[in-house]
């Protein structure tokens, strides 16, 4: 408590100007308002009257430790430390403040710039939402950062404006007055940049424009680093064509989903074919069960590299069969049978349909190339000229009736 007859030691928030009083606004009429809106190029930080009532701008001495009392020393040794960005709690004390709120401001360093600047946002941030969280009007800032630190005052104020000015436009409704308290050295810093993202006028705001720095941080004042952003795509590795067109089965160009390892998760694989040999799956179930396992192998068909099966020409594609399945024309002439597993091959061609007087398939087995007729339209066979040749020379050409 002050000596009787001394001046108080305490100011009272209410009564100090706040940082829109020092300015009037030059374009107060509403036609002059709009006209300026249509012609000119508006700031990310708007001119608005009700926030710049809520801000102070201080010039004292912050004396809290003297001031509180000694049981301040003690209730912050049940703190047990303050990393740095966080924020704490405590007891006002002798103070005229129910709470006093403790945060730790980083070291600067060059090379860890990046850090630097999120731990000081951290800082201003988590100190505006634990005022919020205990229901305080008010709330007072002295400068976090100090030249033992290494920071720079303009770079750090930059930071602590944009964040408190976001805070209170996003959820700064209960909060009646921030305060910066500052030093007379501190003092023309504050004055310079307080414009830039609290302007007073609407003239005000556009001549703060051009200074703004290139980096104003995310919606909510936080410094932004492209490279560590997290982007989710509602397709990944898709192209923006691809993004309009909808997955309709063989339609739709599925390559992209094989390159990124998340894309391709699925349920419990096991329990759905527990599910599939009890005959529990519906047959939407199934059949999408079925896209999907097509669609994995598709996708690592189009990675697997190829280019020593095409040396063979062995292996040609053409049309489709009657049922629209694809057409693939195998020309053992060319194969090296000395170097492959028969009996493998026979595995992954059963129910296919084979033009083959030498080699005996577990398939389907036709003497002629006419006989494929009966299951693939003649247009959609694309055979060599050798492989046309060889059959007429064996079986005669073919007319067609």
């Not at 200074?211 to 990944?236: F, W």
């Not at 398939?363 to 059959?391: C, M, R, T, W």
């Amino acid at each position: 408590m002050d000596p009787l007859g001394a001046p108080s030691q305490f100011v009272d928030v209410y009564m100090l100007p706040s940082w829109g009083d020092s300015c009037e606004d030059e374009l107060s009429s509403d036609a002059a308002q709009e006209a300026f809106q249509e012609d000119t190029l508006r700031s990310p930080f708007l001119y608005n009257k009700d926030i710049n009532g809520k801000l102070v701008l201080w010039k004292g001495n912050v004396a809290i430790f003297m001031l509180s009392g000694p049981d301040l020393k003690e209730d912050l040794q049940k703190l047990k430390g303050c990393r740095t960005g966080e924020a704490k709690l405590t007891k006002g004390f002798n103070l005229a403040a129910r709470f006093i709120i403790h945060t730790v401001g980083p070291k600067y360093k060059s090379r860890y710039r990046t850090a630097a600047e999120s731990s000081l946002y951290s800082c201003y941030r988590n100190v505006l939402q634990l005022a919020k969280e205990q229901s305080m009007s008010s709330v007072a800032f002295f400068v976090i950062n100090s030249a033992k630190r290494g920071y720079l005052l303009e770079d750090a104020t930059h930071i602590a404006l944009c964040t408190v000015r976001r805070f209170l436009e996003i959820r700064g409704e209960t909060i009646e007055k921030v305060v910066f308290a500052v030093s007379e050295l501190e003092e023309a810093t504050y004055q310079k940049l307080l414009p830039l993202y609290f302007p007073r006028s609407l003239k005000e705001e556009s001549k703060s424009l051009p200074s703004l720095p290139a980096d104003i941080g995310s919606a909510e004042g936080e410094p932004v680093v492209p490279e560590r952003q997290i982007r989710i795509s509602e397709k990944p590795g898709a192209s923006e064509d691809n993004r309009e067109e909808e997955d309709e089965g063989l339609g739709v160009d599925v390559s992209f989903i094989g390159s990124l390892a998340f894309a391709r998760m699925e349920g419990d694989i096991d329990k759905q074919r527990n599910l599939v040999l009890q005959g529990q799956l519906s047959e939407a179930a199934l059949q999408k069960q079925h896209q999907r396992s097509y669609n994995r192998w598709l996708c690592q068909a189009r990675s697997e590299d190829l280019s020593d099966i095409a040396s063979l020409k062995a292996l040609y594609q053409t049309g489709v069969d009657n049922c629209g399945r694809t057409v693939m024309v195998v020309v053992g002439r060319n194969i090296p049978v000395t170097l492959i597993d028969m009996d493998k091959v026979q595995e992954e061609f059963e129910g296919c349909l084979f033009c083959s007087p030498n080699i005996s398939f577990k398939g389907l087995n036709v003497d002629k190339v006419h006989q494929l007729f009966s299951a693939i339209s003649p247009e959609q066979i694309n055979f060599p000229p050798f492989v046309l040749e060889y059959d007429a020379r064996e079986n005669g050409p073919y007319y067609m009736s």
